[in-house]
């Protein structure tokens, strides 16, 4: 889907729209010949961010070379936000025995779980125990 979005001195200005909506306010448009109020829109994906980082905002425009992006904005958390992350996910642990990796925020079991099947861990036993769906 082609998009599109007006500027004003040069700024991206509103939000963008399609090629369709484009043609319906301005049906004598040469797409080809965009004039200097309207450019080439192209979405950008928003990144995957990290264990230890924070998406500021929503996406924000910007135009290079005359084609208009999102453009998306991570920071690192400060010290004090890792802490209150890694203690607010680490106060979740789900069974005594399981320990919590503070690099990667997860919790890991005594021993591996199984990679075939289903499976529920047992904290009695300390071992994973098979899932069966139960017959009616």
């Not at 005594?96 to 075939?116: A, K, V, Y």
Request: hydrophobic content about 30%; proline content about 9%; charged content about 25%.
């Amino acid at each position: 889907m082609n998009l599109y979005i007006y500027t004003q001195n040069g700024t991206p200005i509103n939000h963008p729209l399609t090629e369709s909506n484009l043609l319906l306010v301005h049906p004598d448009i040469d797409l080809q010949n965009l004039p200097e109020n309207i450019c080439k829109f192209i979405r950008v994906q928003k990144p995957e961010v990290g264990a230890f980082q924070v998406l500021v905002n929503t996406s924000t425009y910007e135009i290079v070379d005359n084609i208009c992006y999102d453009v998306w904005h991570i920071r690192d958390m400060s010290e004090e936000e890792k802490e209150n992350k890694i203690n607010s996910i680490e106060s979740t642990k789900p069974y005594p025995s399981w320990t919590f990796d503070r690099q990667t925020l997860e919790f890991i079991p005594p021993t591996p779980q199984p990679d075939q099947g289903f499976w529920n861990w047992d904290e009695e036993t300390l071992s994973w125990v098979e899932f069966v769906t139960p017959e009616e």
